[in-house]
């Protein structure tokens, strides 16, 4: 059965980061439920709901940047201790407000994840783990790749309290004082972790960046037990269990980058959990928690927005709402309409004192020339990450104010996809790619816009960089600039398999470089490097192109490095670039390549299924309208032309969704013409309009690979 959830607007807290909101627990399990909240302005605030009003109990000064906050307490005791990280400083306050804990870590970065079990304290920066026992040190660890969350799980048999530390390498890690850490490779980057059953010490959910959520089991044999997949849903920003249908089951429920708030049941029945709610929101959540917190009848979802919007998702009708709380004139007493019509003219009076202001400001700035403008600090959550699914990029731009418009400019060539959600106006402009510009494109937001999103379709072997810039609705108009690269093998994710059955081409380098050298020429090749330098004496990276499941292998030291791909491109790209980095350091470099025999045919093989799908996606919508015409005219079509007209929206949606992907496919193939003449000593440009013609007539991948092979 759907689960009905009415939106209650509370307040606007202001901007705040990942899980920095909780519910507090109850002594007696009765009654409304108190929350904490921590912004960026530094401020800890808890408080209840009365009336869909926050009364605070509590309410700290600002300070540095909140970026974690988490409940605690004694063990088996009532975890109702809050804790927030912020710095490097660890601070804990109990349920009014009092402080009774001022920590300073030896991390040197902030601290960004954060959990607590009794009296052991767990912390992570980007790259560093601490583990506190009554704060003292216990156990430090450092790893190249970025940490993006960590969490306690109960401890089994007397052995301590063990950490699941996940990482942007794919990876989740157990770590622990007593024993070795135990490593679980996934197939996506993890983004957040929470416990499956708080009783049950060994199995841990994961969500991801690609939207999908898993669950990994950490008993005997470590492994993956089930991923439900994404389906293009946002990145999984936080997780909760609390049952809300009252049936003494949990439901799962997820907050996303994108702004949808999901509702999961655990069907015995069923393998993988089934969505039985969902809302969506047009901000992204940053933490999502559930209880009693406005009626003690009916249990409520209570989420924060990344720009401070703070509302619930209750199983209560909208009928008894509005009863509960008293709306609409006819339940109000003299003395409520009176303070209500005193809150208006109170409102007013400040708007235009506003507007007064603003106007005498302006006239400062423009008479007097000595007059400085201050502009105001904007802050941008940013994010340009890859959909592997689709291939392509996804851009997306949230900001605490209202945005006026977006330029975006690239300097490398690149194809704009807008996304359905978006309610901007886009205007393309003229550029001249001799200039070094090829991409202008303009976004005027419609009005509250605070979040924007843009599919971005990358070419492999062109690089360079994608600027966004973005005004804001605000006096003085101001604006800032985004930076985002675009690498040579921009469509490479990492990856954990090597399939050894693949016709791989090699190549070799040696020369006076260092590791730290060859692996910062890597990062400029590839996404996903890690930032720190392997912490032993040779690195290993492997990646998986997400257009045509080609593999790359790195495997570099000090002195020597070696790749390997079954796509003689990307080896081709490879050369390019590190070549020319290597010459702007002065590097000398020996050089040597190996090319399979079979890997044309191979390519070519990988490249015939993507090739005929298009090639009939593009026959099939071609042949829509004539269709149309002859079913408008009362002929009777044959049942494989009916087909094409019955899947008429797929066919639609597909060529909307990746527009141009035929001429992206014959551009590669064209590329890997030229690719494999260069490493054979000759030019193959000159067959290029021949190789166009024959694309023009594909049918089979014979043909294709019949013409590569000719000398």
Not at 308 to 335: A, H, V, Y
């Amino acid at each position: 059965m759907e689960l009905v959830l009415n939106r209650i607007d509370y307040s606007l807290v202001g901007p705040t980061s990942r899980h920095t909101m909780k519910i507090l627990p109850n002594p007696d399990g009765k009654g409304l439920q108190r929350i904490a909240i921590g912004g960026h302005d530094g401020v800890v605030q808890i408080f209840n709901i009365k009336r869909s009003t926050l009364v605070h109990s509590f309410k700290s000064l600002p300070g540095a940047k909140i970026n974690r906050l988490e409940l605690g307490g004694m063990k088996d005791h009532l975890q109702d201790k809050v804790f927030i990280a912020a710095n490097n400083e660890v601070r804990g306050y109990n349920k009014k407000g009092k402080l009774f804990l001022a920590f300073e870590t030896t991390l040197t970065e902030p601290i960004q994840h954060m959990t607590i079990s009794g009296s052991d304290l767990m912390v992570a920066s980007f790259h560093s783990f601490q583990h506190f026992f009554d704060c003292v040190e216990k156990l430090n660890a450092t790893f190249a790749d970025k940490i993006t969350d960590i969490i306690n799980i109960p401890s089994l048999n007397n052995e301590g309290v063990r950490t699941v530390i996940a990482c942007e390498d794919r990876t989740l890690r157990l770590v622990s004082e007593k024993r070795q850490a135990v490593v679980v490779e996934i197939g996506s980057r993890p983004s957040c972790l929470q416990l499956a059953d708080e009783e049950d010490p060994l199995h841990v959910l994961f969500g991801a960046q690609d939207g999908s959520i898993g669950l990994v089991s950490f008993g005997f044999n470590a492994q993956v037990r089930w991923v439900l997949e994404g389906g293009g849903s946002g990145c999984v920003n936080c997780m909760v269990h609390f049952d809300l249908s009252g049936d003494g089951q949990k439901e799962l429920i997820v907050g996303r980058d994108d702004g949808l708030i999901e509702v999961f049941v655990y069907d015995p029945m069923q393998e993988l959990p089934v969505k039985r709610a969902s809302y969506a929101c047009t901000e992204s959540i940053m933490s999502v928690q559930a209880g009693f917190v406005s009626s003690p009848d009916h249990p409520e979802i209570i989420a924060v927005t990344y720009t401070g919007w703070f509302f619930g998702l209750t199983t209560e009708s909208k009928e008894s709402i509005n009863l509960r709380q008293g709306d609409g004139p006819t339940n109000m007493s003299s003395e409520m309409q009176e303070r209500l019509q005193q809150l208006r003219l109170e409102i007013d009076e400040i708007e235009q004192k506003v507007v007064r202001e603003r106007e005498k400001y302006k006239q400062t700035t423009q008479t007097r020339p000595d007059a400085l403008s201050i502009v105001p600090k904007i802050e941008i959550n940013e994010k340009f990450t890859l959909i592997p699914n689709e291939a392509v990029y996804l851009l997306s731009i949230e900001v605490q104010t209202p945005i006026d418009n977006v330029l975006i400019q690239s300097d490398t060539p690149l194809r704009i996809l807008d996304v359905e959600r978006n309610s901007a106006v886009v205007s393309h402009s003229a550029c001249d790619p001799e200039m070094g510009n090829h991409l202008l494109v303009t976004y005027r937001c419609q009005v509250n816009t605070t979040r924007l999103e843009v599919k971005v379709q990358t070419t492999e072997g062109q690089a360079g960089q994608l600027r966004a810039y973005v005004t804001v609705s605000m006096q003085p108009k101001c604006c800032r600039l985004i930076k985002f690269a675009v690498r040579p093998l921009s469509l490479h994710q990492r990856s954990h398999d090597l399939a050894l059955d693949r016709p791989y081409n090699s190549l070799r380098l040696t020369g006076a470089f260092s590791l730290a050298e060859v692996h910062s020429w890597i990062g400029m090749c590839v996404p996903e490097v890690p930032d720190k330098v392997p912490m032993t004496s040779e690195g290993v990276l492997s990646y998986k192109n997400s257009f045509l499941d080609t593999v790359l292998h790195c495997v570099y030291a000090k002195g020597k490095a070696e790749f390997k791909s079954d796509n003689m491109s990307t080896i081709a790209v490879l050369k390019d670039v590190l070549t020319k980095e290597a010459t702007a350091k002065s590097v000398e470099l020996d050089i040597s390549c190996e090319i399979h025999p079979e890997s044309t045919a191979w390519m070519l093989g990988l490249v015939h299924p993507l090739l005929a799908k298009q090639r009939q996606l593009g026959a099939e919508n071609a042949l829509l309208a004539p269709l149309h015409e002859l079913q408008q005219q009362g002929v009777t079509l044959p049942a494989n032309y009916q087909s094409i007209l019955d899947r008429e929206t797929e066919i639609v949606e597909n060529m909307k969704s990746q527009p141009a992907q035929l001429e992206r496919l014959k551009s590669m193939i064209c590329d890997l013409l030229v690719d494999i003449g260069k490493f054979r000593g000759g030019n193959a440009r000159g067959r290029l309009a021949q190789l166009r013609d024959l694309l023009e007539q594909y049918t089979h991948p014979d043909t294709l690979i019949d013409f590569f092979l000719m000398a």
